[in-house]
């Protein structure tokens, strides 16, 4: 197999892109069948269609690519593979070529960049801050939210091609990574294509990605789509058994085609939500997970991230009522209150819920803020050393091994990043155990019902305590060596044959089994052993869906985990210890918030299909 590699060359307003192309020049490609579907002004590049491509991402397995060399000749696998490189290669040098063409100012001339993603990370802040393109530029080109989705969907998929490269299975990985960057290229294509021409055939569209000369220069944010996709303002909300998520997408960019309604109800819900982080004895706002520069559905805005117990929920539907917040806004749901609470919102707020399944909402939205956060992912080293312990970030996609992450960038842990498969544990009032294969290939394999809402309802009645905080503050002062059975206390040293050292539990509660210890018990003690034994339960649980599905990385996610380091890290080690340092627990910053962000970036799912769970 050919190995994939990037060097890129910045110059003044001029980016070099070399990578496998096997027809960069017109004449080869045409030589081998394919045709050119938009020249681009000003470049070298033209963009090319390949058919037979097109043909593969539609059929049913679109979401994978499969290079199977046993039923694939060479050749044809290598052809297969490189006319896909070469043609999403051929996108993204055409992107930077144009961005980098237009922007007269030149955000990527001081030359320093030796890394695609910083070339393209700058490109697309000119292109979000400024709008320059738009009134400036005499170019009759693709409209700023073609190029803002272009350049963004290019930069993720440069970085993953940089990450994949240095992996051995890279051509089936890369080959799935392009199918998908390809596919969304065609989805912008047509939704900009849709309002001047009535052809739906991306392959005969004169007018694909970007290049065009027919797109209309007005209306450049595309009102048609906005209206396809649902109106301001967008609300995610996830509302689960215990919990609901809400997430807020504030836009930030200039919003030209915004209908004044939308322009005033946005202020209003600004006017309330921002300047508080709490509303109420109960919601609060968590302020230091909010997201900038985030680009959604089309648009760039902020992501506000809010929660409240779901047994308030009537009293916020009241709150949203008597506000005027959601009047003609979109309001994505997902959890078991989607379904349950969906005729007290629709008919209290005359609005139509559009519903998402919660699992894919899950995966979709981890999937979101990975691409949206390189500082999303981490692991602990030395999880159970008090005075040792470090959480290290793991760069699972963007800024993955960047120049400015010395510190890991020779650490092959961190190369590999947040690649599929994995598997996801998801933590919430019960547990749900995912394996994630590929972009829209994850299956929900196993469950558990003893989860973080067992961890409260046992901490409220041993030990009294209120609420979540408190119990999590009790259970990480305590000791669970005073409560559980070690092995150490069975067999008076480690058990070695069978790889059990004498701290480990060898039985939950086991040590308090007798009414004299029942008296003399503190609830400290008492709060970690119920934290370790359902971590330890979980973490099991996990761990063999991992090794039969032979899958390293394991990523625990759910509000168990929020403001919880005690149980991510008694998971670590569990994870260390009973796979021998062959699976890694990773965990995620915004906890317990991918279902809420999974069901407003599916906005364009959900919206057109309405989606019922
Ligand atoms: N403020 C809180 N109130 C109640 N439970 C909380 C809180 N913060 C974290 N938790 C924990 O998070 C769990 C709920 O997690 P979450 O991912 O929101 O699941 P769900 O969708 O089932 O509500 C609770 O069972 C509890 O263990
Ligand atoms: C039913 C649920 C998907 C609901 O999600 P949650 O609100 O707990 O996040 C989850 O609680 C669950 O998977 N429970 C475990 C069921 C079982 O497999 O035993």
Request: hydrophobic share 35%; with cysteine.
């Amino acid at each position: 197999m050919q190995r994939l590699c990037l060097p890129i060359k910045v110059a003044r307003r001029s980016i070099v892109v070399r990578a496998i192309t096997t027809f960069r020049r017109n004449e080869n490609a045409v030589a081998r069948g394919y045709r050119p579907i938009a020249p681009l002004q000003h470049q070298s590049t033209a963009l090319w269609h390949s058919r037979p491509f097109n043909r593969m991402s539609s059929d049913a397995s679109n979401v994978r690519i499969k290079v199977d060399r046993s039923e694939t000749a060479e050749g044809a696998v290598s052809l297969q593979f490189e006319t896909l490189i070469s043609e999403a290669l051929s996108k993204l040098d055409a992107a930077i070529d144009l961005v980098s063409t237009q922007d007269s100012a030149g955000t990527s001339q001081d030359g320093s960049f030796d890394k695609l993603e910083h070339v393209l990370q700058d490109l697309l802040k000119a292109i979000q801050q400024r709008k320059r393109i738009e009134s400036k530029t005499d170019l009759d080109g693709p409209s700023d939210l073609n190029i803002s989705s272009i350049l963004h969907l290019a930069k993720s998929f440069a970085e993953d091609v940089t990450v994949s490269s240095k992996r051995q299975d890279a051509e089936t990985i890369i080959g799935c990574k392009a199918n998908r960057f390809i596919d969304t290229l065609d989805q912008i294509a047509s939704n900009q294509t849709s309002k001047t021409t009535d052809e739906t055939d991306i392959n005969s569209l004169p007018a694909a990605a970007i290049g065009s000369q027919s797109y209309p220069r007005k209306n450049r944010h595309n009102r048609e789509h906005r209206q396809q996709i649902g109106s301001l303002p967008w609300f995610g909300l996830d509302i689960g058994g215990t919990l609901t998520k809400l997430v807020y997408f504030e836009p930030t960019d200039n919003g030209e085609d915004d209908t004044e309604e939308e322009v005033h109800r946005g202020q209003i819900i600004r006017q309330y939500l921002i300047p508080s982080k709490a509303y109420g004895k109960t919601g609060v706002r968590d302020e230091d997970l909010q997201l900038d520069n985030v680009l959604m559905n089309g648009r760039t805005g902020t992501l506000h991230f809010i929660r409240f117990p779901t047994d308030r929920m009537i009293p916020f539907i009241q709150l949203v009522k008597s506000k005027g917040f959601v009047q003609n806004g979109t309001v994505c749901a997902t959890g078991g209150g989607a379904i349950k609470y969906a005729h007290d919102m629709e008919s209290e707020l005359s609005m139509q819920l559009h519903k998402a399944d919660e699992l894919q909402s899950l995966i979709s939205g981890i999937e979101f803020i990975a691409e949206n956060h390189p500082e999303e992912c981490y692991y602990y080293e030395n999880p159970l050393d008090d005075d040792n312990h470090r959480e290290v970030i793991w760069r699972w996609s963007s800024g993955r091994c960047s120049s400015t992450d010395d510190d890991y960038s020779h650490d092959d842990r961190n190369e590999n990043g947040l690649q599929y498969p994995y598997v996801v544990c998801n933590i919430g009032s019960g547990v749900s155990v995912l394996v994630v294969r590929g972009h829209n290939d994850f299956e929900r394999v196993s469950g558990c019902s003893i989860g973080g809402g067992t961890f409260q309802a046992l901490c409220s009645f041993l030990c009294h305590s209120d609420t979540f905080e408190e119990s999590v503050k009790l259970a990480a002062k305590g000791d669970n060596k005073n409560v559980d059975k070690l092995v150490g206390d069975i067999y008076g040293s480690a058990y070695d044959s069978i790889g059990l050292s004498s701290d480990t539990v060898a039985a939950s509660f086991g040590k308090i089994s007798s009414p004299k210890d029942r008296d003399n018990v503190k609830v400290e003690d008492l709060a970690r052993s119920m934290l370790v034994t359902i971590a330890n339960n979980i973490g099991s649980i996990a761990l063999d869906v991992a090794k039969l599905h032979d899958i390293e990385r394991i990523v625990f996610v759910g509000n168990f985990l929020r403001g919880n380091p005690t149980a991510a890290r008694h998971l670590s080690n569990a994870m260390n210890f009973w796979s021998k340092g062959t699976k890694t627990a990773l965990f995620l910053k915004h906890e317990g918030y991918f279902g809420a962000v999974g069901c407003l970036d599916k906005l364009v799912d959900v919206a057109n299909t309405d989606t019922n769970v």
